[in-house]
């Protein structure tokens, strides 16, 4: 398989003062070079075309970060453009490193202008901008976040989702065909009916089953009081999802749970989709496939599980919403105090679910992919911290005090139309999220 590449294009002429572009040539590769490990670098600044040429053919990059290490005409950018204008790309501007009534050292910022207009005559997606030197803060905060987003969009050219059974009536929002995720994001759909699993889950002995509920009461507080049916058929679902997961190489799936595993299965899947999430599979419930992907985007930006919830309560006074589902959180997103507690669904009474409020964070990023009323993808983004608030309802639970005005929040994504599942990743990934959606050329409502 492919490896992920970052190439580092340094253009220039050579009528500058090299060596003041030359040191910031090292000092630049020595960052990029932090932030992923397989970084092209070319062996000397590119100061001609034929030199950019040869540099070309050498590289096959998931991201470019061109720099004006000092001025280039048009040319350049324009010779990287035709042989890689689907490539994502950086430019990067470097600040003048001394400004003393004597010769300018670099013209970098001039040359950002004539790169800018040539890539922009070739690229219909937004590339991404910094100014300053590698020593910056802020241009290393920019060139990791830009690193991060693109390793994300080659992730998910390999990511197989599965969809398991079809959406309830009323919840077409998540439904995805394979056409659009494929074009879009890169992304394979496979398809599989719940019937499938649940008729495999069927035919497993209990001593086939028996180190899968080992390894959920591990996890879970409290297991060996579900009736010993439903425990005992947990772990036949929870070895077919598992099975089915590993063979087809899923890295995400949005499954079918209700009424299907209540009156034809007679347990949930709930629990099983816990263990997954704790597995490090993104796995929604209610059969949305967006929903999945969106969780599947802020696990591997974070390396951690992600809650997958409505908005059910808003507080203005506390600027909080809280963030709700039956009980298919992960096990490792429970607060220590509780650990996560088993129960039953609070509607149908048949467990084993997930009954526990869900630990704190200073950061969290709330994100969905989803869809305009005429049917083109966009990003919500927000951010704020997870309180430190027990269960709020039967189920799993998150209370989230946002950054922006939450009622706001509440109100504009009501009034727009915003399906009605949402995603909180325990870490602050927006930038990330927002540069991918740059990436996919989508649009984004951020607060």
């Known amino acids: 398989m492919k490896e992920f590449q970052v190439a580092y294009i340094p253009v220039g002429v050579p009528t500058f003062h090299l060596e003041s572009a030359g040191k910031l040539f090292e000092e630049s590769a020595e960052l990029l070079r932090g932030f992923c490990e397989n970084v092209k670098v070319p062996s000397e600044m590119l100061l001609s075309i034929d030199k950019l040429k040869a540099f070309l053919e050498e590289i096959d990059p998931d991201l470019i970060v061109l720099q004006n290490v000092t001025f280039a005409n048009a040319a350049y950018a324009s010779e990287v453009m035709h042989h890689f204008s689907s490539v994502p790309l950086l430019l990067w501007t470097l600040r003048e490193p001394v400004i003393d009534g004597g010769r300018l050292r670099l013209n970098s910022l001039t040359g950002a202008y004539s790169a800018a207009g040539a890539i922009k005559a070739f690229k219909k997606e937004p590339f991404e901008y910094i100014f300053g030197a590698p020593s910056e803060k802020k241009v290393e905060e920019k060139i990791s976040a830009t690193v991060r987003a693109a390793k994300l969009l080659f992730d998910m050219r390999n990511l197989k989702i599965a969809a398991i059974g079809h959406t309830p009536q009323g919840f077409g929002f998540g439904r995805a065909l394979d056409l659009e995720l494929l074009e879009t994001f890169g992304v394979h759909l496979e398809s599989i009916e719940a019937r499938e699993l649940i008729d495999k889950a069927k035919s497993y002995s209990d001593e086939e089953c028996l180190s899968f509920l080992e390894d959920a009461k591990k996890r879970m507080v409290g297991l060996d009081k579900t009736p010993e049916k439903n425990a005992k058929d947990f772990a036949r679902l929870y070895k077919a999802y598992k099975e089915y997961v590993t063979e087809n190489n899923i890295g995400a799936l949005a499954s079918r749970c209700w009424p299907d595993f209540f009156t034809s299965f007679g347990t949930p899947v709930c629990a099983v989709l816990a263990m997954l999430n704790d597995l490090g599979i993104a796995s929604s419930c209610e059969a949305d496939t967006y929903g999945a992907l969106s969780m599947y985007l802020g696990m591997q930006l974070t390396q951690n599980a992600t809650f997958f919830g409505d908005p059910v309560s808003l507080d203005e006074k506390e600027n909080t919403i809280s963030f709700w589902h039956c009980g298919t959180a992960a096990c490792s997103l429970a607060r220590e105090d509780t650990g996560a507690v088993v129960g039953e669904h609070c509607n149908r009474h048949i467990g084993p679910t997930l009954e526990f409020g869900c630990k704190p964070s200073e950061k969290v990023t709330i994100f969905r992919i989803g869809r305009t009323p005429e049917g083109a993808f966009r990003f919500f983004l927000a951010t704020g911290e997870a309180l430190d608030k027990p269960k709020q309802f039967l189920g799993t639970s998150l209370v989230v005090k946002t950054d922006s005005l939450a009622e706001k ?39």
Do not use: C, F, K, Q
């Open 409 to 447: 929040i509440i109100y504009s994504t009501v009034e727009g139309g915003w399906e009605p599942h949402y995603v909180v990743i325990y870490g602050d990934v927006a930038t990330e999220l927002e540069i991918l959606a740059h990436m996919l050329n989508i649009s984004i409502e951020r607060y």
